[in-house]
């Protein structure tokens, strides 16, 4: 296994992409903590489900746009575990409105939790991996954080924020063996894209060359492969999983 | 028990590599001590262990050399 003795912290991880991403991390041999926000049942399954599998991991609730919140949250995570080896800033969310609607609350509430915990988590755990000289960390944009999409400002300034931040962060970080990298996920079938009007669904899968919706286990999988030593060499990258939909 | 000169000293030159005879109290992390900034970032993280306390950011911020450390610990555990 890829990933047996690490420990990985994934935000937003009850449901969705998160979920894959625990869930696979574990299949690695990775030791997982499932943070969520609002959702203690279902990352309660994930949990579950993997110490079902044989493998080893706790649920945390935290508001990851909250300082304190995070703190705890790798507190928690040394307190049962003893290191943080992965970080997935995963967890996200969306408030579509054009910009000539979109209202300030919604602007900062999405970039507050798709953003500003980015920022937050990464310096939490910085100290940790910094006196263990190896750490990966892996952020989840999104594919629109390259090419934008209408509808979209908030959650496209925010993941176009995540890819910057990771390039600076890869490159603050890097003679202590900690690489960052982030995913540009494309159209993955999760209840986030679930709730796309039809028309609109339609429309991005004729953008899509692999004229298919992604599964969230294809993100997991790429996310794995960053976390691990396969991918020792990579650092500030983002990598498109979207069906070739961006080139 | 140590002084707090030679924990500092000591901590310095763990972290740093260099020589105990480099290790003066007007020596600056950086300029004198070959130090970049995540050194010195984590110069404080292994002074905070040492001397079992919190060092603030705008704290750490100030502490650019040995002597400065060094006033700064005295300061706290008085």
Redesign the interface.
Known sequence: MKLSNKTAVVTGASRGIGREIALHLASEGAKVVVNYSGSQAKAEEVVAQIIANGGQAIAHQANVANADDVKGLMAATMTNFGSIDILVNNAGITKDNLIMRMKEEDFDAVVDTNLKSVFLCTKAVS?QM??QRAGAIINIASIVGVAGNAGQANYVASKAAVIGFTKTAAK??S??NIRVNAIAPGFIETEMTAALPEDVKTAMLGQIPLAKLGQASEVAKVVTFLASDDASYMTGQTLHVDGGMVM | MATVIERVTKVVVDRLGVDESEVKLEASFKDDLGA?S?DV??LV?ELEEEFDMQIEDEDAEQISTVGKAVTFIESKIG
């Open positions: 100290r910094m006196k603050e970080f003679t202590r | 970049d995540l970032v984590e993280m």
